[in-house]
């Protein structure tokens, strides 16, 4: 609080004359139209902005971080997340304190701007001997002005990311886009006029640069522009029809006037025209360069392919090829780097196959002559330096080419894409991976298996402890640092678990081969029999290191033993520590058996059953199993689609941890039948399936999804879903619904939550749960049991749903603990305040106290 009155001081002193100097700049209206000599503008006063006439342009100090600010031009309206769109910036690459830095218009007519009253961040050096004045037009451009009309500088000449209507390109200018959504510092994307004035787009990265737009291997006359003009101007009007004088232009979707419009170089390579929609307050794009986001140089980095997916926000996703890894798990760009090393002995090597695989530029083209594949081959074998080639058919001369890539940059996957590229691996892997990249030529519109070669660490936890240790240093209150982080650690061992689970691995270590007398011998001749599931059944096991497997035979055989073997070592891939191991696999003549882990609990079903489990146990095993079946589902792993969830496919280990077993099996057992997604057969258990299966539609993984949230249900009442149904009546329809329609009406029938769920609960468990938490763990599973697919969530929101309640009540706790505790600073609260925030977004507690 001292600190507040230190600071006051200066800012009075700073005021007053500003006061005096301007008549519209007084208390009671701080806006400020223009600013002249001598007068400044702080960081400390929020108020204190710039507003052109019309009142759409702020210019002032605006947040780019935590205590970080940048002076900058922005629309005043917010949009409707309260946003704000900047449009340029004087110090984007050195934002500067929050404290004590300021804007100011030296007498000499010199705009500069200070950080934290010392330091020179940013200045026009501009000079005047008659009076200059500061002001922003309404166009949005900041402009100073000598008292003769003279302009000394202005924004529209310095452009950051975005051109507003009337604001010139120029050969002088570019713009140069933001590192990131949150991160307004100079990114790798750039629009300039190039040497031949051509208007362009250049991924301009720390070691590499390439131009990516126009198409790069046109020539300028064949991208329609023209290279002879040589005045290099680019400005649209405010239709929103744009000009270059390299002949390029276009107009805008919605041309016309009376419409808000710029033109902003995206963090993600593209350039794009937007209208403001002020009835939603949104940005619409209304014109882009480039309308394939996987051809945006260095998106992936190196040795990594981008892959177009619609239903994402960025629309594309990068993976590394087969044989390589992620390089940095917190920055994409960087790209991928070999698993294996290198070998320069021919024997060695072999080559993959990924078909409609482009890599662009860094190679040698061989073009004149009609290449065999061989031959290519053994040019790329010939150089070391050779990661692997492009073999690819000119339509216009007919001539296969040949093309060297020394760089594995720009991949891009495209089904449009006619050309194949074969990269170099260590001969001896070479079938493994190709096991591994059948999602190429899957159907599944998403990149496939390749992920998998991702390890996912959690990101850096360190952080937050250290963060925490600071936090509670400051503080100062000895109890509360033990309640906060006793609590924090409390939570985070409960993640801890989730923790590593997020973390998965290579191949599973022990995955291997067994013969079929080892499995004969460990089942004492298939002897003990400890399930009966789909496609086979399930025999206790001692292995010979003594280890206790589940060993299941399938029933069906009919696949060769190649494709077996491609599925099951995928399986094998899978590591997570909510879904059961497989150890191994057998493969001898007619007999296909998968080795998994023995879990000493068994089934949930039969837990169930038994009355085994009260509340908070099965509130775990329903995070658990969401936890397992969200891997399965995420990263574009969809086609490990489990088909089958039910309580008798959830194992659960000595300490209740819970294990889905079963999955992929759908896809082994079925294989070469499919038709819609692989798919023809009805599967799955009477009760948990989705009503997609009976309708015949789509099958995604949205059927899991369903399935689960009947199983919640089961767990909470303690009911089986056929309840209240006719087991005779077998049409198929009425067949479903049982419990879900029976939870769902009670719930509509009782206006008191504390009624319906008291009605619903397994009787086993009354008294002795928690409502809030059961409240929204019914809802969810409700949710999940929607009839309509779309309206189901994904398997990762329901596992975010359950855990976020449990990480809101916490930090809510804590907040209050420390509102109430005296000598708290404001600091202090603001840091909690912080955390907060940072934990649950919404906090809705922050009014105790
Ligand atoms: C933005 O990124 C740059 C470069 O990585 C970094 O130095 C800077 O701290 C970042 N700024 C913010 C606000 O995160
Ligand atoms: C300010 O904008 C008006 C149109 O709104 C324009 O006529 C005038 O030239 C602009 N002044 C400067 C200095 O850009
Ligand atoms: C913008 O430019 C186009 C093409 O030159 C022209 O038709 C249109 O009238 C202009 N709009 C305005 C507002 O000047
Ligand atoms: C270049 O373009 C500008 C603007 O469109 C035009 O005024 C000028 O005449 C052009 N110059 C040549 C040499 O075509
Ligand atoms: C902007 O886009 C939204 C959603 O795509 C659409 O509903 C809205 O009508 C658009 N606004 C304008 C002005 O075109
Ligand atoms: C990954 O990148 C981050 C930030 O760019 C850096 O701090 C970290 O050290 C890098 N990690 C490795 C393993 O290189
Ligand atoms: C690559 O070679 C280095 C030393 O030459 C060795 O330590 C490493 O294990 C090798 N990596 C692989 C994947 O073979
Ligand atoms: C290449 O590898 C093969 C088998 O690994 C080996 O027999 C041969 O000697 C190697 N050749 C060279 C030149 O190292
Ligand atoms: C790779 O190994 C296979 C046998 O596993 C062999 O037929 C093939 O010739 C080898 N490839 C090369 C390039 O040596
Ligand atoms: C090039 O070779 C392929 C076979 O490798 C052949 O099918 C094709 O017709 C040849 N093209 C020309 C133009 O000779």
Known sequence: MQNHHFMATPILILIIPLVLLFPSFSFSTPHIYSMSEGSSLSVEKPDNVLISPNGVFSAGFYSVGINAYCFAIWYREPLYDGSHTTVWMANRDQPINGRQSKLTLLKNGNLILTDAGQLNVWATNTESISSVQLLLNDTGNLVLLTSEGLIL??????????????????????????????????????????????????????????????????????????????????????????????????????????????????????????????????????????????????????????????????????????????????????????NFNFSCNDSEIGFLHLPHVEFYGYDDSMVCENYTYKWCVNKCLQSCNCYGFQYKINLGSGFYNCYRKTLLLNGHRSPSFEGDMYIKLPNASIR????????????????????????????????????????????????????????YLLYRSRQNSSATTQSYFQV????????????????????????????????????????????????????????????????????HMNLIEVWGYCVDGKHRLLVYEYMERGSLAENLTSNALDWEKRFYIAVGSAKGLAYLH????????????????????????????DFGLSKLLNRGDGHHSGFSRVRGTRGYMAPEWIFNFRITSKVDVYSYGVVVLEMVTGKSP????????????????????????KKNENVSKELWLEEIIDPMMKDRYDASKMEILVEVALQCADEDKDARPTMSQVVERLLHHEA??????????????????????????????????????????
């Open 508 to 575: 599973a270590t022990g995955f291997r081969k067994f013969t079929y007398d080892e499995l004969k011998k460990a089942t004492r001749n298939f002897g003990e029999e400890i399930g009966r599931g789909s496609g086979g059944v399930v025999y206790k096991g001692v292995l010979s290191n003594r280890r206790v497997a589940a060993i299941k035979r399938l029933n069906e055989a009919k696949q060769g033993e190649d494709e077996f073997l491609a599925e099951v070592s995928t399986i094998g891939r899978v590591n």
């Open 634 to 661: 995420d990263e574009c792993l969809e086609w490990v689609l489990h088909c089958d969830v039910k309580p008798q496919n959830i194992l659960l280990d000595s300490n209740y941890q819970p294990k889905v077993a």
């Open 153 to 338: 500088w202005q924004s529209f000449q310095s452009p950051t990311d975005t051109l507003l209507p009337y604001q010139p390109l120029t050969r002088n200018t570019k713009l140069v886009s933001s590192l990131s959504q949150n991160n307004y510092s100079s990114g790798f994307y750039k629009l300039f006029f190039d040497e031949e004035n051509v208007l362009s787009l250049v991924y301009d990265g720390l070691e590499i640069s390439s131009k990516y737009w126009p198409d790069p291997w046109l020539k300028s006359w064949e991208a329609k522009r023209s290279s002879y003009n040589s005045s290099r101007i680019a400005v649209f009007n405010s239709s929103g029809h744009f000009k270059s004088t390299d002949d390029f232009q276009f107009i805008a979707a919605d041309s016309g006037i009376g419409i808000q419009r710029r033109l902003t170089m995206d963090h993600d390579g593209n350039i794009r025209m937007y209208s403001l929609d002020e009835k939603n307050k949104i940005w619409n794009v209304t014109w882009q360069a480039k309308s394939q986001p996987c051809k945006i140089h260095g998106i992936c980095g190196p040795n990594s392919l981008c892959t177009y997916v619609p239903h994402e926000k960025s629309g594309r996703r990068c993976s590394c090829i087969p044989g390589y890894k992620i390089k940095n798990e917190t920055d994409q760009s960087l790209g991928c780097e070999p």
């Open 722 to 745: 056929m309840i209240g149904l006719h087991t005779s009546d077998n049409s198929g329809e009425m067949e479903q619904r049982g419990l879900v329609k029976w939870v769902r009406e």
């Open 808 to 849: 809101t009540l916490l930090m809510c706790f804590c907040v209050a603990v420390m509102l109430l505790e005296p000598g708290m600073n404001l600091g202090n609260l603001l840091v909690v305040a912080g955390l907060a925030v940072g934990y649950s977004g919404v906090c809705s507690c922050s009014g105790v106290g």
């Open 432 to 487: 493994f991976y190709k096991s591994h990249v059948q999602g190429f030529n899957s159907d599944c519109s998403h990149p496939l298996s390749l992920q998998l070669d991702r390890s996912y660490k959690k990101p850096k936890e360190n952080g937050t402890l250290q963060f925490m240790v600071w936090f509670a240093s400051a503080i100062g209150g000895v109890e509360i640092i033990c309640i906060c982080l006793v609590l």
